[in-house]
Each structure stands twice: as C-alpha cells, then as structure tokens.
C-alpha cells in the first residue's frame, strides 16, 4: 500500500475523470467506485470516491460538489523520455484547452499537469550554474517543452 496517495476534490466528474486519466496513461486502472446513497448531498448512484492508479501510482477522486476548485497552486508532473512522449501527453491531457508557458497546462477538469523531460531536475541542477540558466532561459520561451531545444541550452549549443 502506499503511504501518501493524492486526493483530487471534483464537483461531479471524478468517475469521468479517473476513467479519462486510465485511458490516456499506460499501466493504469480504476481499482473501486463508492456510490452515494440516499440523502446524500448528490443523488442516489452518484459516484462518492473513485479509486485508481496511473503507472502504479494510487490517486483518489471525490464528488464533493462545487465548494473547491483546483488551482496552478498543486500540479502533477510526467517524466517525459522523449519528444513522442512529451508531446502524446501533452496532446491528451491539454486537448487543446489552457496551454501555458513552461510546459504546464489544464486538463478538461480544471487539473494543472507539467510535461517535461525526464532530464529537467538533471539539467535545472546542474553545479555548472551557467548550463542551467540557459536551460531556463529556453523553458521561459516555450510554451509546450522541446526537449532537444532544451538540450542544445543544456550542452551551450
């Protein structure tokens, strides 16, 4: 089991969502669905907590009505090895929504993602401080990443 599992608050698409998040991430699956009851705040056979993981990773989603909204202020983050990668998630999670700069975008529900290359904390912690400005000096101009972009700053190309 695992420790710490992410909790994603929805007004009423959590079932929706957790079946779009399994589609699009492989290794993935619904693990259960709890369904409100009778005088509960949203009607009989709603579902209440979805269950499920994307690469063996646990999350939780809740129907918990219209009270919360996600916010830029938590994200998920996708190692990205390469460019087909990066751009397959960045495709199937942005759908052509809110498409920001660095590489972070929302997904249908309101959910910020950043799609970034495996290598950014590598590159981004560089001890040659000069490396990494220039690789955030090309982050700061894009919008969705380019990897081979961002390595060419990287290698001082």
């Known amino acids: 089991m695992q420790k710490i599992t992410t909790f994603l608050w929805f007004n009423n698409e959590a079932e929706e969502a957790a079946k779009f998040y399994t ?16 005088g ?15 690469n063996g990773q646990e999350f939780m989603a809740l129907n918990g009505g219209p009270h919360f909204k ?21 495709d199937k999670l942005s759908a052509g929504r809110s498409q920001q700069q660095c590489g972070w975008l929302k997904d249908k529900y309101g959910l910020s993602w950043q799609v970034v290359p495996a290598k950014l904390g590598e590159w981004m912690t560089d001890k ?30």
């Open 128 to 157: 040659d401080h000069t490396k990494s400005d220039r690789v955030m000096a090309a982050v700061m101009k894009m919008v969705k990443l380019d990897i081979q972009t961002m390595q060419d700053a990287y290698n001082g190309k």
């Open 23 to 38: 589609s699009v991430f492989k290794d993935s699956k619904i693990i259960s669905t709890s369904y409100y009851g009778e």
């Open 70 to 90: 996600f916010t830029e202020a938590i994200s998920l983050s996708v190692a990205c090895e390469t460019q087909q990668e990066l751009d397959y998630y960045w």
């Open 40 to 54: 509960a705040p949203l009607p009989k056979g709603t579902a209440l907590v979805v269950t499920f993981q994307l």
